[in-house]
Protein backbone atom coordinates (compact mmCIF):
# COMPACT_ATOMS: atom_id res chain seq x y z
CA UNK A 1 0.00 0.00 0.00
CA UNK A 2 3.36 2.09 0.85
CA UNK A 3 3.96 2.81 -3.21
CA UNK A 4 0.95 4.02 -4.14
CA UNK A 5 1.03 6.63 -1.21
CA UNK A 6 4.29 7.89 -2.30
CA UNK A 7 4.20 10.96 -3.28
CA UNK A 8 7.59 12.49 -5.10
CA UNK A 9 10.01 10.37 -2.95
CA UNK A 10 8.52 10.57 -0.26
CA UNK A 11 6.42 8.30 2.00
CA UNK A 12 4.53 8.41 4.84
CA UNK A 13 5.84 6.88 7.85
CA UNK A 14 2.89 4.36 8.71
CA UNK A 15 4.53 2.58 11.65
CA UNK A 16 5.40 5.72 13.27
CA UNK A 17 1.48 6.19 13.38
CA UNK A 18 0.54 2.96 14.50
CA UNK A 19 3.10 3.63 17.54
CA UNK A 20 1.46 6.84 18.65
CA UNK A 21 -1.35 5.23 18.61
CA UNK A 22 -0.65 2.36 20.40
CA UNK A 23 1.70 4.85 23.31
CA UNK A 24 -1.62 6.89 23.90
CA UNK A 25 -3.46 3.57 24.31
CA UNK A 26 -1.40 1.19 26.06
CA UNK A 27 0.84 3.56 27.65
CA UNK A 28 4.91 4.67 27.25
CA UNK A 29 5.99 0.97 27.93
CA UNK A 30 3.92 -0.34 25.35
CA UNK A 31 4.45 2.43 22.76
CA UNK A 32 8.47 2.12 23.29
CA UNK A 33 8.19 -1.87 23.29
CA UNK A 34 6.18 -1.57 19.86
CA UNK A 35 8.24 0.94 18.52
CA UNK A 36 11.40 -1.11 19.11
CA UNK A 37 9.71 -4.23 17.55
CA UNK A 38 8.69 -2.32 14.41
CA UNK A 39 11.90 -0.32 14.46
CA UNK A 40 13.98 -3.55 14.24
CA UNK A 41 11.40 -4.86 11.53
CA UNK A 42 12.40 -2.15 9.40
CA UNK A 43 16.37 -2.40 9.82
CA UNK A 44 15.97 -6.29 8.69
CA UNK A 45 13.83 -5.80 5.86
CA UNK A 46 15.90 -2.85 4.47
CA UNK A 47 19.27 -4.33 5.39
CA UNK A 48 20.25 -0.72 6.06
CA UNK A 49 21.81 0.25 9.19
CA UNK A 50 20.84 -2.39 11.38
CA UNK A 51 20.10 -0.85 14.67
CA UNK A 52 18.74 2.67 13.54
CA UNK A 53 15.07 2.63 13.01
CA UNK A 54 14.83 0.60 16.17
CA UNK A 55 16.13 3.30 18.01
CA UNK A 56 14.39 6.12 16.22
CA UNK A 57 10.96 4.05 16.60
CA UNK A 58 11.97 3.53 20.37
CA UNK A 59 12.14 7.15 20.83
CA UNK A 60 9.21 7.62 19.33
CA UNK A 61 7.33 5.87 21.37
CA UNK A 62 8.33 6.92 24.32
CA UNK A 63 7.89 10.51 23.30
CA UNK A 64 4.27 9.66 22.28
CA UNK A 65 3.80 8.09 25.63
CA UNK A 66 4.08 11.09 27.47
CA UNK A 67 0.73 11.63 26.26
CA UNK A 68 -0.83 8.82 27.91
CA UNK A 69 -4.01 9.78 29.59
CA UNK A 70 -6.67 6.91 30.29
CA UNK A 71 -9.16 9.30 31.33
CA UNK A 72 -9.01 11.47 28.20
CA UNK A 73 -8.18 8.49 25.54
CA UNK A 74 -10.82 8.70 23.57
CA UNK A 75 -10.89 12.38 23.39
CA UNK A 76 -6.90 12.56 22.55
CA UNK A 77 -7.34 9.84 19.85
CA UNK A 78 -10.30 11.35 18.24
CA UNK A 79 -8.99 15.13 18.21
CA UNK A 80 -6.08 16.95 17.12
CA UNK A 81 -4.39 16.48 20.07
CA UNK A 82 -3.43 12.70 17.80
CA UNK A 83 -2.21 14.70 15.33
CA UNK A 84 0.22 17.25 17.47
CA UNK A 85 1.41 13.56 19.08
CA UNK A 86 2.43 11.96 15.63
CA UNK A 87 4.40 15.27 14.92
CA UNK A 88 5.90 15.36 17.40
CA UNK A 89 7.60 11.77 17.74
CA UNK A 90 7.65 11.18 13.84
CA UNK A 91 9.55 15.20 13.77
CA UNK A 92 11.65 13.29 16.65
CA UNK A 93 12.06 9.87 15.13
CA UNK A 94 13.54 11.30 11.76
CA UNK A 95 15.63 14.50 13.13
CA UNK A 96 18.15 11.24 15.41
CA UNK A 97 17.49 8.98 12.15
CA UNK A 98 19.02 11.88 10.28
CA UNK A 99 21.54 12.91 12.46
CA UNK A 100 22.86 9.13 12.78
CA UNK A 101 22.51 8.42 9.33
CA UNK A 102 24.18 11.08 7.80
CA UNK A 103 27.66 10.98 9.97
CA UNK A 104 30.20 10.63 8.29
CA UNK A 105 28.88 10.99 4.75
CA UNK A 106 28.91 13.36 2.17
CA UNK A 107 25.13 14.63 2.63
CA UNK A 108 24.30 17.88 4.64
CA UNK A 109 22.21 16.76 8.17
CA UNK A 110 20.29 19.78 7.98
CA UNK A 111 19.37 19.28 4.48
CA UNK A 112 18.12 16.14 5.09
CA UNK A 113 16.00 16.79 8.03
CA UNK A 114 14.47 19.78 6.13
CA UNK A 115 13.93 17.78 2.69
CA UNK A 116 13.00 14.34 4.06
CA UNK A 117 12.58 14.65 7.57
CA UNK A 118 10.33 17.51 7.72
CA UNK A 119 8.07 16.39 4.64
CA UNK A 120 7.84 13.09 6.09
CA UNK A 121 6.71 14.03 8.89
CA UNK A 122 3.93 16.69 7.46
CA UNK A 123 2.64 13.63 5.10
CA UNK A 124 2.84 11.52 8.12
CA UNK A 125 0.64 13.45 10.24
CA UNK A 126 -1.74 14.02 7.43
CA UNK A 127 -2.30 10.36 6.70
CA UNK A 128 -3.06 10.32 10.89
CA UNK A 129 -6.00 12.38 10.04
CA UNK A 130 -7.86 9.02 9.04
CA UNK A 131 -7.25 7.17 12.75
CA UNK A 132 -8.89 10.28 13.97
CA UNK A 133 -11.34 10.53 11.89
CA UNK A 134 -12.42 6.85 12.56
CA UNK A 135 -12.25 7.07 16.75
CA UNK A 136 -14.00 10.66 16.03
CA UNK A 137 -16.91 8.74 13.99
CA UNK A 138 -17.25 5.96 16.47
CA UNK A 139 -17.13 8.37 19.83
CA UNK A 140 -20.15 10.69 17.74
CA UNK A 141 -21.90 6.97 17.02
CA UNK A 142 -21.44 6.03 20.52
CA UNK A 143 -22.99 9.24 22.07
CA UNK A 144 -25.96 9.26 19.42
CA UNK A 145 -27.60 5.51 20.19
Request: overall charge neutral; aromatic content about 16%.
Amino acid sequence: MIPYLTIAGIAPDVLAVWVAYLAIKEGQLTGTAWGFLAGLSIDFVSGNFIGLSALTKTIGGFTAGYFFEESRLKVTLGSYRFLLVVFLSSFIQHFVYFIVFTRGSEIDVVTAIVEYGVTTTLYTTLISLFPVMIVARRSATVHVE
